[in-house]
């Protein structure tokens, strides 16, 4: 995993289905052991326990010494946690591994690292990175930069050529045999970036039904005056003889034409 050591800057209050991969088992019996002890967080502990549900195995377990020397030999941390005033248990804990593609998920995708992604997409039985599902490489997208390129294998460390670049640029590359060609797939993680958010100002003493005053008229598709000449009509002017109805009669000749023509004809 990217970060392994204890996280003590984390608290119940900042835990999120994403930064709950940012810590470890012991932050967690840390974390919810201050919380019993917090009058504000007391009725949320089961709230925050689905949260850590989504990044940790855990297991209720009785608390006897038989079964903590079990789950503690598979990896897991044992410790009492007190969901409530009247409820108290014995948790087994565990991080859940990340080994396959279908265990990415957005909310760990960014707390793991390039080399690890690379260990993962390579047990995806070999099959390159048109083989991950259109999911999958969303996921993956979203913490990643992604580059793929497939070469027969004398050129795919040509000096100068895109591996040793993406390389010097701190990308990770896995490489995927194809016969005689392989392809390299480049993996870097993105930089996070924070959304601005837009703010708008109310025009100080005015209402909101003021600020349609204040936007400017949208006159893109409209024809300029002067390229518009409008004669007006004189209805005095109008008299049988001027005024017509013009239908156009397709010149090409077929069964209806011909028949509307005789039809015109003996009117």
Avoid: C
């Avoid at 859940?96 to 690890?116: C, G, S």
């Avoid at 708008?200 to 000449?229: C, S, T, V």
């Avoid at 209805?235 to 397709?250: A, K, L, M, S």
Wanted: aromatic share 8%; no cysteine.
């Amino acid at each position: 995993m990217a970060k392994e050591t204890t996280n003590n800057a984390q608290s119940l209050k900042t835990l999120t289905k994403s930064s709950v991969w940012d810590v470890q088992e012991n932050d967690i019996f840390r974390m919810m052991e201050a919380g019993e002890k917090d009058a504000e967080l007391r009725d949320s502990l089961r709230h925050y326990a689905d949260i850590i549900r989504s990044a940790f195995m855990i297991e209720e377990i009785k608390d006897d010494k038989t079964l903590r020397e079990k789950y503690t030999k598979q990896g897991y941390k044992v410790g009492n946690i007190r969901l409530s005033e009247d409820t108290k248990v014995t948790w087994a804990i565990k991080k859940r591994p990340i080994m396959r593609v279908t265990d990415l998920t957005y909310e760990n995708i960014r707390h793991i690292t390039a080399a690890k992604l690379m260990e993962v997409i390579e047990r995806n039985f070999g099959g390159g990175w048109d083989s991950l599902s259109q999911s999958i490489q969303d996921i993956i997208e979203h913490g990643f930069d992604i580059s793929t390129t497939t070469l027969p294998k004398d050129r795919l460390h040509k000096k100068g050529g895109m591996y040793e670049k993406k390389v010097a640029d701190g990308y990770e590359v896995l490489e995927i045999e194809k016969g005689s060609w392989v392809e390299a797939i480049f993996a870097k993680l993105k930089p996070e970036t924070i959304k601005p958010r837009m703010k708008f100002d109310m025009p100080k003493g005015g209402d909101e039904d003021d600020e349609d005053d204040d936007l400017p008229e949208d006159d893109y598709n409209r024809p300029d005056e002067d390229d518009i000449e409008i004669e007006e009509p004189d209805d005095d002017d109008i008299n049988e003889d001027n005024y017509r109805t013009t239908f156009v009669i397709d010149s090409v000749a077929d069964e209806d034409a011909e028949s509307l023509s005789d039809f015109i004809a003996d009117e």
